[in-house]
């Protein structure tokens, strides 16, 4: 689980950097596949 959670550091400093819309839309996903995990 770290590790995931590591990837998703890099990633999102990576997204935020290069297209801050495109980020948005990435962690509306993520938000939501994560709502999906808990229920």
């Not at 935020?16 to 962690?27: I, N, V």
Request: hydrophobic share 35%; glycine share 2%; proline share 3%.
């Amino acid at each position: 689980m770290a590790s995931k959670e590591r990837l998703y550091e890099v990633w999102m400093l990576y997204c935020s950097k290069r297209d801050p819309d495109y980020f948005k839309k990435w962690l509306e996903i993520f938000i939501g596949t994560y709502e999906q995990c808990l229920d």
